[in-house]
């Protein structure tokens, strides 16, 4: 394999919230001029196999990942996992536990508010929902509310019921980083910290480094030349592997977000490292 060019470790597909299927996002991968690109939905693995199909079709190393949700403290966090073994049955189960935590959490909440009296259903929610982007969430929840004529408007349903606080909230009960990153290991895969520059919380990434984490994502569309800066500069302190891509989701209003393929990246050399690590991790167990 050559080890020159270009790699974007993180895009993401219509298996998640991206607008262009597995297939395409290689393709425009390609004619963006790189030679890899991860694919890294949000808790799938569903757009892998069909991109890595894509990839050996026109020549494209293309690397199988997936951008967990977890939680520390109250804050979202994403951590990226590369080269997980995806047949594994037990990592299956905990994927696909992560995924399904929003449709429990929206489960739990209509519950509250049919034990407050209120006779609202997911069908209900279904219907708010319609035509919308994105998963069923709080603000369907609340339209729905607003129709059957429970509450006037968005701001008194969530005053009233789905706020933090409120009469029928429920926290998303999500995955820890600290257990995403042993279910990542146990699954032989590679964790990298997604976007550190979005949560303001830098303190914590030194427990995250000695609790396996083996990179961090410097270089991101969103963050600044200092955040990339601070970060190469931890990664080389905590001998973590420097990762980066563009975090492509497709275009909104003719602007490419978070950026266009390839606009954040790293050099090819540093896929080869995530497939080596993991490789030594297989290894060893
Ligand atoms: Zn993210
Ligand atoms: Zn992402």
Known sequence: ?????RADLHAHTTASDGMYAPAEVVRRAKLAGLSAIAITDHDTVAGVEEAIAEGDRIGMMVI?????????????IHVLAYYTDNAD???????????????????EMLHKLQELGIDISIEDVREAA??????????????????MGVVADMKEAF???????????VQVQSVTTTEALSWIREAGGVS????????????????WAAEGAHGIEAFHSDHSAEDAERYQTFAANHELIITGGSDFHGEREGESYHGPLGSSGVELVVAEQLRRMAASMSSSN
């Open 1 to 5: 394999m050559a080890v020159t060019g």
């Open 64 to 76: 199988p990942g997936v951008e967990i949700s977890t939680v520390t403290d109250h804050t979202d």
């Open 89 to 107: 049955p037990v990592w299956q189960n905990r994927l696909a536990w992560i995924g399904s935590a929003r449709d429990r959490r929206n489960d």
């Open 130 to 147: 319609k035509g919308k982007k994105g998963s069923i969430g709080r603000p369907h929840i609340a339209e729905a509310l607003i129709r």
């Open 159 to 169: 005053a009233r019921y789905l706020g933090s606080g409120a009469a029928a909230y």
């Open 192 to 207: 990298v910290i997604a976007h550190p520059g979005l949560y303001g919380r830098d303190e914590l990434l030194g427990r």
